[in-house]
């Protein structure tokens, strides 16, 4: 079992900033690649960036390339997400998830756990 825990999200003006912070704790060892997903009000969960956990390149969903930035700290079992020039269109929940089995994987079913999410709300 992995448990996830986000934090970091709040509310900020249109090209403001916010880092996230997953916190995992558990079997971690068995973690294969750990990812941030969004959903917006009526919206399917959309893939936002996500990570090897033991090295690699980082890879991003097409909304946010160039603006945002994944990053992990094995010490700390803790994955960051900086997010820069925000837009009202960035507001959705945040979601944190580990993948077991894939290192490099958008799909939302390839993740095994999640944490509760946290809100990011970017005002016009």
């Known amino acids: 079992q992995v448990q996830l825990v986000e934090s970091g999200g709040g509310l900020v003006q249109a090209g403001g900033s916010l880092r996230l912070i997953c916190a995992a704790s558990g079997r971690t060892f068995n973690a294969a690649a750990m990812g941030w997903f969004r959903q917006a009000p009526g919206k399917a969960r959309e893939f936002v960036a996500a990570?090897?956990?033991?090295?690699?390149?980082?890879y991003y969903g097409n909304s946010v390339k160039g603006r945002f930035t994944i990053s992990r700290d094995m010490a700390k079992n803790t994955v960051y997400l900086q997010m820069n020039s925000l837009k009202p269109e960035d507001t959705a929940v945040y979601y944190c998830?580990?993948?077991?089995?894939?290192?490099?994987?958008?799909?939302?079913?390839?993740?095994?756990?999640w944490g509760q999410g946290t809100q990011v709300t970017v005002s016009s």
């Open positions: 990570i090897s956990w033991r090295g690699g390149s980082p």
């Open positions: 998830g580990v993948s077991q089995q894939y290192i490099y994987t958008i799909r939302f079913n390839d993740y095994d756990y």
